[in-house]
């Protein structure tokens, strides 16, 4: 596809996205598996199924509802992503970042990024929060492989600090005002379906990696490439493969996911309603 035609598509789902939505929101989430039903306690004041915004991939996977909704915490209005779009579904890193690119076009300056992660730590346990403050993408298909997007961003991006240092700083420094427990370690990206084998696991685990995942990673190097500020969360919803005892599923993951999300709520809001965010 020629990058005129990613401009043209982009349009496209930004005339659509703001034919229904408020204007100037400057903030999105996107919440991973287990937890698209996040922020329904807030005042909804906008909403689209992603089968209505043109271009958008279609959400395969249960627990990712597939909607884009507008809420309002204080006097803040930001975007809600319900759910998001994987490798392993059949989508090239590329399309399955389209939305980012979207949100870029549209304004929006900082992302938080969740997910559910198997935690590679003996000090987590399921139902944990760790905030990400680098990433392995030895295994993720660069999403800006192919004619660079100039509009965005540079041919060869700087990825030095992904993750945003001074938001960083200040999740962690609300998370011990509300007295959250919050690890910090290294997000390591594989492709899936299949969960890891416990060799794999091993292997990321000298790399220095602390949770693994299918996710967030694409997205990380395409908001980076934007300039977006990006901050990236993992709810610890199981051990990796070879340190529980059993087997896993995608039923455990989006269980504990729904269990910590209360956690993952107050965070949050906390984040969004700071006057340093």
Do not use: W
């Not at 401009?7 to 996205?17: L, T, W």
């Not at 939505?21 to 005042?43: Q, R, V």
């Amino acid at each position: 596809m020629m990058v005129d035609d990613e401009y043209r598509m982009i349009a496209d789902a930004c005339e659509r996205i703001r034919s229904v939505f408020p204007p100037n929101i400057e903030t999105a989430i996107i919440l991973g598996s287990g937890l698209s039903d996040l922020m329904s306690s807030f005042t909804q004041v906008g909403f689209l199924p992603y089968s209505e915004i043109p271009h958008f991939p279609e959400t395969t996977v249960p627990g990712h509802s597939g909607n884009l909704l507008a809420i309002q915490i204080g006097e803040k209005v930001i975007y809600i992503l319900q759910g998001r779009f994987h490798f392993y579904e059949g989508y090239s890193t590329r399309d399955a970042t389209f939305p980012i690119r979207v949100l870029a076009e549209l304004g929006v300056k900082s992302i938080i990024l969740t997910n559910s992660a198997g935690g590679l730590s003996q000090n987590m346990v399921p139902g944990d929060l760790m905030l990400i403050s680098d990433h392995l993408s030895f295994f993720c298909d660069s999403p800006l492989r192919g004619e660079n997007m100039e509009r965005y961003g540079p041919r060869f991006p700087d990825q030095t600090l992904v993750y945003d240092v001074g938001l960083r700083n200040l999740a962690t420094q609300l998370a011990d005002q509300l007295t959250i427990r919050l690890h910090t370690g290294i997000y390591a990206f594989m492709k899936g379906p299949q969960y890891e084998t416990p060799a794999e696991i091993r292997a990321l685990s000298l790399l220095g990696a602390s949770a693994v995942g299918m996710s967030t990673v694409p997205e990380a190097i395409v908001a980076s490439h934007c300039g977006i500020r990006v901050l990236g969360f993992s709810c610890i919803s199981n051990l990796a493969s070879g340190m529980s005892g059993h087997p896993l599923s995608h039923e455990e993951v989006t269980r504990t996911a729904a269990m910590a999300a209360q956690e993952t709520i107050r965070l949050l809001e906390a984040l969004i309603r700071s006057d340093r965010f």
